[in-house]
């Protein structure tokens, strides 16, 4: 009769007194977050919603390390990444972070199977081959590894993304409205995609998304206004 309690899982990331604005030409700062917390678990799935210019691209590169915040901590796996150099949040992002972007941002002049290879080559790991091909077999690329990104559809080359989100074995994978320029047929396919991937490698995924439809496939749904106590003078459009 004594069952352990199950274990919850470790907190992946956790984001504490967040706060981000832009400097404008005229020397005024735009205000644009302010999260006084925000916390994922490992290999949880969670959607974040909100209205276009609400600040998802800017949280999501907060998190990532690509831009740093003007106060508060962002936590990811244990590490304060707010605190390390620039170099430093830069290996951290390769080897724990996973980024898919809206425009996929590949390399013109690779193929597929180099385009996660390289990706592999910016953590400290070696190049793993066997993985990246794997991976690209995963997400039903394996007839293509040596294609460029020009010679690949625009769903195909998401799916490319995709691999090399992964190709390190991150805790944390972010996908800043990864479905925004595939085709509508092909939007299901990259989210189950996304979404599969991540559970059987146990990877957290945070999804910025517009729409609804991918928005409630998935059990846990923020919106950003919600988490965002941010105080804008003038009011969005
Ligand atoms: P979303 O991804 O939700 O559409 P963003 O995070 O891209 O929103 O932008 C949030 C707000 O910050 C927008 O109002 C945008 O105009 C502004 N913004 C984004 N980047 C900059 C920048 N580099 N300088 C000034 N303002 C910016
Ligand atoms: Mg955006």
Redesign the pocket.
């Given at each position: 009769m004594n069952q352990p309690a199950p274990e919850k899982p470790p907190v992946v990331l956790e984001l504490q007194g967040v706060r981000k604005s832009?400097l404008?030409p005229d020397g005024s700062r735009?205000p644009?977050l302010n999260i006084p917390h925000f916390t994922m678990l490992q290999g949880e799935q969670v959607v974040l919603m909100?209205?276009?210019?609400?600040?998802?691209?800017?949280?999501l590169h907060i998190i990532s390390g690509i831009a740093r915040p003007d106060a508060g901590k962002v936590i990811v796996d244990g590490v304060d990444i707010t605190q390390l150099s620039e170099p430093a949040r830069d290996l951290f992002r390769a080897e724990r972070i996973g980024y898919v972007f809206q425009t996929f941002n590949l390399l013109a002049g690779f193929t597929a199977l180099e385009n996660v290879l390289l990706a592999m080559s910016f953590g400290r790991r070696r190049a793993d081959e066997k993985r990246a091909v794997d991976l690209l077999t995963r997400v039903g690329l394996n007839h293509r590894l040596d294609h460029r990104p020009s010679a690949l559809s625009v769903g195909e080359q998401q799916r490319v993304a995709v691999a090399r989100a992964l190709a390190n074995r991150p805790k944390l994978l972010l996908a800043d409205e990864p479905t925004a320029s595939v085709d509508v047929g092909h939007q299901k396919q990259i989210i189950d995609l996304l979404r599969t991937t991540c559970e059987q490698e146990q990877v957290a995924l945070l999804l910025v998304t517009h729409s609804p439809e991918v928005a409630e496939q998935f059990e846990r749904i923020e919106e950003?206004e919600e988490l965002n106590q941010v105080e804008t003078s003038s009011a969005?459009s």
């Open positions: 832009y404008l735009l644009v909100g209205r276009s210019g609400s600040g998802k691209s800017t949280l950003l969005a």
